[in-house]
Nanobody, 125 residues
């Protein structure tokens, strides 16, 4: 059974940093995708970043490119999202997702079979 557990959310001021972690159990890190999504109240779930676990290729949403970095530690079965220069508009519930995706579909929530419970990120101005 695949289980994803996020941690690292919290409240920060604009310009600050946070690092989210997603511990994955029961998920083989060969050839799959692990992604971070976020969802603000009243908005659709948005793909933030993805990492292809075999090639370590990454993609980012335009709104976070240059500020966020996704990475993985295969020994710990953990994916990270380093978030720098945070803005109030980054405020959302952040979710970790795992599955199989393509470079075209990585940002589509329905592509992912497994989801974590989410961790809240709040950025104040």
């Amino acid at each position: 059974q695949v289980q994803l557990v996020e941690s690292g959310g919290g409240s920060v001021q604009a310009g600050g940093s946070l690092r989210l972690s997603c511990a994955a159990s029961g998920f083989t890190h060969s050839g799959g995708c692990m992604a971070w999504f976020r969802q603000a109240p009243g908005q659709e779930r948005e793909g933030v970043a993805v990492i292809y676990t075999r090639s370590v290729t990454t993609y980012y949403a335009g709104s976070v490119r240059g500020r966020f970095t996704i990475s993985q530690d295969n020994a710990k079965n953990t994916v990270y999202l380093q978030m720098n220069s945070l803005k109030p508009e980054d405020t959302a519930m952040y979710y970790c997702a795992a599955g199989h995706c393509s470079s075209i579909t990585w940002h589509v929530p329905s592509v992912y079979a497994y989801w974590g419970q989410g961790t809240q990120v709040t950025v104040s101005s």
